[in-house]
């Protein structure tokens, strides 16, 4: 399959790749081009201009930033899955990275063009939802930055205006809370039927906060307020009556892969079995 | 047209390509290396890995122009002076391939994978798999070829 044509500009900075955004009609971004080139191949995305950031320089790697970790835009998949940053500071980040796709696909793919791509069915977007992570994009109109609740707006669509760039990250770090990031997918397609990333804070059993966010579940990834509610101030053993309100609030799809009741029913058993798994 | 310079299993190349074209066409098309397939064409299957400076990818869903300046090695380059990589020695030892059309790009993965992991489990080479698909459910196999090289 081969895509159909488009003009191809590699942006030297952020500010050159806003300026081309700017001024080329219908022009889209290339990152690691692991969403984008399916998408190209088969016609359903048929930009004027590609603008490769690929060789943008500063948009790689990790920062340790003290309370959170700034994580560059262009950083692939694979890097966040070794950074020892983010394995220490903030590891959900990592387990969730290393369920995307596969070795060859996580080379290449990026965390911000995956988030970017606003795909209801791609993990990240999730996790950052959990982590209450911040998006910093920068545009024509200067540098603004965007709780994760508000990035993800919709199906394939986020916050980022046509003339934006999603330039880093800022993921607060976990410390000592337990965190899981689980997924259910059929076998050869990597794509999450359902996920759920969970961040629990407990002592001595006792759960003081739960934040449970959930992939496919909708347009958009979504939080599972009743469960969070559920679980604020109880005990470990809450944890299998709350996961039962998993689905409540969500507008799963029916699709190829599962029907919407099929869904409820794996959003509440993976989002009892991520919690079980983060406090133990 | 674009000037796109690749360096392919050491060779230095100069191609005018499209923007749209892809990697996969550009060494099978232009440059006549047709050991690297394509199968499913949408980055599930892995027949299309090759080496893009150092790591594994899949060159279906690689722009010939993203990769402009790269090092590029692919399935034709692993032998040197005649002798088989040992990972294809080990995948003939082993019996692991069947119709063979897999092989290039699980080739390329199981070296990939040795290159990050030197001493994977069997679990990890399994995992580190996944991003390929043998319809003639050799895995077995491949994963016994992959843990004999491993273990030299």
């Known amino acids: ?114 988030l970017a791509h606003g795909d209801p069915a791609s993990d990240l977007p999730t996790t950052l939802l959990a982590l209450d992570a911040e998006l910093v994009v920068r545009g024509s109109g200067g540098e603004r930055t965007i709780a994760a609740a508000d990035f993800f707006v919709g199906f394939f669509e986020t916050a980022l205006g046509p ?70 101030g109880a005990d470990r053993g809450a944890v299998a009556r709350a996961a039962e309100a998993a689905d409540r609030g969500t507008d799963p799809p029916s699709d190829l892969q599962a029907g919407a009741d099929y869904r409820r029913h794996i959003a509440k058993v993976l989002t009892r079995r991520a919690l079980t798994q983060a406090l133990s | 047209m674009r000037r796109t310079t690749l360096t392919v299993n050491g060779v230095r190349h100069e191609l005018d390509v499209e923007p749209r074209e892809l990697l996969v066409l550009a060494l099978r098309d232009h440059l006549g290396l047709t050991g690297t397939n394509i199968g499913c064409d949408t980055s599930s299957c892995g027949a299309c890995t090759i080496h893009m400076d150092g790591q594994s990818v899949k060159s279906c869903t690689v722009l010939a122009v993203q990769a402009d300046g790269a090092e590029i ?35 390329m993965a199981a070296v990939g994978l040795l290159q990050e992991n030197p001493n994977p489990t069997e679990n990890e080479i399994r995992s580190d798999l996944e991003g390929n698909l043998c319809r003639c459910t050799g895995y077995h196999n491949i994963v016994k070829a992959v843990r004999a090289v491993a273990a030299g």
Request: proline share 5%; glycine share 10%.
């Open chain 1, 163 to 232: 003339d934006e760039i999603l330039t880093e990250i800022r993921v607060p770090k976990t410390g000592a809370a337990g965190t899981a990031y689980l997924k259910f997918h059929h076998r050869a397609i990597d794509w999450a039927t359902v996920g759920v990333a969970v961040v629990v804070e407990s002592q001595n059993g006792s759960i003081s906060s739960a934040r449970v966010a959930l992939t496919n579940m909708g347009p958009a990834p979504v939080r599972a307020s009743a469960v969070e509610a559920a679980l604020a």
């Open chain 2, 73 to 107: 090695t692919t399935i034709e380059g692993l032998a040197s002076n005649g002798e088989m990589h040992p990972m294809q020695s080990a995948f003939n030892e082993h019996h692991a391939l069947q119709c063979g059309y897999c092989t290039p790009g699980m080739i």
């Open chain 1, 1 to 114: 399959m081969i895509p159909a044509p488009f003009e191809y500009e590699v942006a030297e900075s952020v500010d050159h790749a806003v300026e081309l955004l700017t001024t080329r009609e219908d022009a889209k971004l290339l990152a690691g081009g692991h969403s984008l080139i399916p998408l190209l191949k088969v016609r359903l995305a048929r930009p004027g201009t590609l603008v490769d950031i690929g060789r943008v320089s500063g948009m790689v790697g990790v920062l340790d930033a003290g309370e959170h970790l700034v994580v560059g835009a262009m950083t692939t998949l694979s890097d966040l899955v070794a950074d020892a940053s983010v394995s220490v500071g903030c590891p959900l980040l990592a387990t969730t990275a290393a369920q995307v796709g596969d070795p060859q696909v996580r080379h290449r793919g990026t965390i911000g063009g995956s």
